[in-house]
């Protein structure tokens, strides 16, 4: 049977605020979609996985730090133009 956690006394003053990188501390929630292939998943149909993400209320920037790991290496990735304009 698992433990339920401890609720410690801890003060919001003695922690600091989580920023974006344009300096903005408020963020809303939103979220990101992912589509499988059923012959990745072995389900009848493709599978859509959404994924949670905070943005930044002031340049719209998911917080990274919240980001699973696979997320961050591609928004970290330089961006390929698949169109290039000729």
Do not use: H, Y
């Not at 989580?18 to 990745?40: Q, T, W, Y």
């Not at 149909?45 to 719209?60: V, W």
């Amino acid at each position: 049977m698992q433990q339920p956690m401890a609720n410690p006394n801890i003060n919001l003053n003695d922690g600091r605020d989580v920023a974006c990188e344009c300096g903005n501390r408020i963020f809303m929630p939103g979220f990101r979609f992912k589509k499988f292939s059923r012959l990745l998943t072995g389900q009848p149909n493709d599978s859509i996985l959404p994924i949670e993400l905070f943005l930044c209320t002031a340049c719209g920037k998911p917080l990274n730090e919240l980001l699973p790991k696979e997320l961050k290496e591609e928004a970290s990735a330089p961006k390929i133009d698949t169109n290039p304009v000729l």
